[in-house]
């Protein structure tokens, strides 16, 4: 062992999370993975490192570990108060943590999962190629109190970077692409659809979270008789009286809801964070305009490593250090003489 992550107290829905396993639907097993992919690029870009290594997920609220080994951590996707010994630490950031000092995570300021990575990843056993845990199909299980997970090897890296993300973590506009069902939603209940303000409805959990609603229900023509078929995270079900599911992450890999179309994949993390009470309104788009915002996980990697700036900027180290004006700030131009005021510019000491 490399080193261990050593879990002293956690909440009940954090668990080691990577990529997935994709290629087993054929088998009834969907692929899971993290709720939310996009915290793991961001993650190994805060971190200079592969993004298929595995992290923690913490869903509203985290936990106090310590490592046996320096390492390099990031905190990335829904913001939870964080601390160092005491300190605090910045979200959407990477920090160097020592052996023995205590990182706590506590609950979630703002969207829903937040994601814990570390320089060379989580390594406990894999299991069918991956080691995300996978609860509905009974493959791992939350952490708990007292274990100690193994650590990868670090290969090296930066560390105090930050990253500027898009608010994602408040619900807004969905995107939704249409889907063969969709036909079975006649053109009023589709417009209907789209005007409809959603509420995030606290029931919810990784296999997909309801869309609550005023007013009535959305249903489909022949929606009874709806052949199971393959389904994927996106895909939003109607129930029998016509609420909406989006389902997430777990989702099972067949399912016979009639489905009114499929969230466009760039804006599922939207759905994914946005925390209960949380309002969505959802809008059909065509392909052409979802291709337009698509942007895979090569090009998505590429855009956040350029986007990770230092978190305390060095002069010593700033190679574009003429771009600042330096003295800015040093006098207040706009504010109100007073009493030892220093003079502006130009003005009679």
């Known amino acids: 062992m490399t080193g261990a992550l050593t879990v002293h107290q956690v909440g009940p829905a954090v668990t080691v999370q990577d990529m997935g396993r994709p290629g087993h639907l054929s088998s009834g097993l969907s692929c899971g993975g993290a709720a939310d ?7 190994a870009a805060l971190l200079d490192q592969d993004p298929s290594l595995a992290c923690l997920e913490m869903a509203g609220m985290g936990g106090t570990f310590t490592f046996s080994r320096p390492v390099r951590v990031a905190l990335t996707g829904g913001a ?5 010994d005491g300190a605090a630490l910045r979200w959407h950031a990477s920090h160097a943590i020592a052996p023995g000092q205590v990182l706590r995570i506590g609950a979630s300021v703002s969207g829903h999962y937040g994601y814990l990575h570390v320089g060379g990843g989580l390594a406990p056993p894999a299991i069918l190629g991956s080691r995300a845990v996978h609860i509905t199909a009974g493959l791992g299980r939350p952490c708990a109190t007292g274990d100690e997970i193994a650590l990868g090897p670090d290969t090296g890296g930066g560390v105090d970077q930050v990253l500027a993300v898009e608010d994602r973590f408040s619900g807004g506009q969905i995107d939704v692409l249409r889907v063969a069902q969709s036909a079975l939603f006649d053109a009023e209940v589709q417009a209907r659809f789209e005007s409809t303000v959603f509420t995030r409805d606290p029931r919810g959990n990784r296999q997909g979270v309801r869309l609550s609603h005023a007013g009535a229900g959305f249903l489909g023509a022949g929606q009874l008789s709806v052949l199971s078929e393959v389904i994927q995270p996106g895909d939003i079900q109607m129930t029998g009286e016509g609420t909406p599911y989006v389902l997430l992450a777990d989702c099972q890999s067949t399912g016979g809801y009639p489905r009114i179309g499929t969230v466009a994949p760039y804006d599922l993390p939207r ?8 309002q969505m309104q959802l809008r059909f788009v065509d392909g052409a305009a979802a291709r337009a915002r698509y942007e895979d996980a090569t090009s998505q990697m590429r855009r956040l490593s350029r986007a990770c700036k230092p978190l305390l900027r060095d002069p010593a180290r700033m190679t574009d250090l003429l771009q600042y004006r330096l003295v800015d700030g040093a006098v207040n131009a706009v504010a109100p003489a007073g009493p030892g005021a220093l003079p502006m510019e130009g003005e009679d000491g």
């Open 80 to 84: 939870m108060s964080a601390e160092r």
């Open 271 to 278: 759905v994914v964070q946005a925390p209960p009470g949380a």
């Open 37 to 43: 992919r996009l915290a793991l690029l961001e993650g």
